[in-house]
């Protein structure tokens, strides 16, 4: 049973913004903090963002600044703003809880910044 199904992902050029989305069921999103991942070629999944179900966001240092999490509770759906893009930010993303849950790892969607 898929719960969670990211979308957004592409081609942009440096400097350029994306926004990703998150669709999550609602016995899911109504109750757990949500945050965003990704994952490079034979590494780990790096937490970028989360937020809570009162809306406190974290950040990774990598990201600050550049990078906004948001949810919206009519949609279900929790959402990450990309500007500023670099090409160090080429990667698959993924949602998840947050933190994250074994459980609840998706397909992502891939991210590439190139010119």
């Known amino acids: 049973q898929v719960q969670l199904v990211e979308s957004g992902g592409g081609l942009v050029q440096p400097g350029g913004s994306l926004r990703l989305s998150c669709a999550a069921s609602?016995?899911?999103?109504?109750?757990?903090?949500m945050g965003w991942y990704r994952q490079s070629p034979g590494k780990e999944h790096d937490f970028l963002a989360g937020?809570?179900?009162?809306?406190?966001?974290r950040y990774a240092d990598s990201v600050k600044g550049r990078f906004t999490i948001s949810r919206d509770y009519d949609k279900n759906t929790v959402y990450l703003q990309m500007n500023s893009l670099k090409p160090e930010d080429t990667a698959v993303y993924f949602c998840?809880?947050?933190?994250?849950?074994?459980?609840?790892w998706g397909q992502g969607t891939q991210v590439t910044v190139s010119s």
């Open positions: 998840n809880l947050y933190p994250s849950s074994e459980n609840y």
């Open positions: 937020i809570t179900v009162s809306g406190t966001t």
């Open positions: 609602k016995t899911i999103f109504s109750v757990n903090a």
